[in-house]
């Protein structure tokens, strides 16, 4: 079992940055693949970012390639995703998650859920 808190959302003005850290509980962290995943108002969970249990793999959608970097330091028991040049449609709760295997972009593959912070782009 694993349980994660996610922190660092907040307001900034579009074409600026934040850098969400994810901290997991548990020993098996290095055993978990990691995603980022947000939702906007009125819309569904979609993906934004995964990574391996390694960190040697990584996958992006694509409203987010170039701007967004996904990363973990399994010694600190810590996904991060620095977001880059945001916009306020990048405006959402977002949320890491964990799974048992690969790294995936699907929501319903991922076992393990925070509960979320706030990002707010203002325009």
């Known amino acids: 079992q694993v349980q994660l808190a996610e922190s660092g959302g907040g307001l900034v003005q579009a074409g600026g940055s934040l850098r969400l850290s994810c901290a997991a509980s548990?020993?098996?962290?290095?055993?978990?693949?990691m995603g980022w995943f947000r939702q906007a108002p009125g819309k569904e969970r979609e993906f934004v970012a995964a990574i391996s249990w390694s960190g040697g793999t990584t996958y992006y959608a694509d409203s987010v390639k170039g701007r967004f970097t996904i990363s973990r330091d399994n010694a600190k028991n810590t996904v991060y995703l620095q977001m880059n040049s945001l916009k306020p449609e990048d405006t959402a709760v977002y949320y890491c998650a964990a799974r048992s295997g690969t790294a995936s972009g699907r929501v319903v593959e991922y076992d393990h859920w925070g509960q979320g912070t706030q990002v707010t782009v203002s325009s």
């Open positions: 548990g020993r098996t962290f290095s055993r978990y693949a």
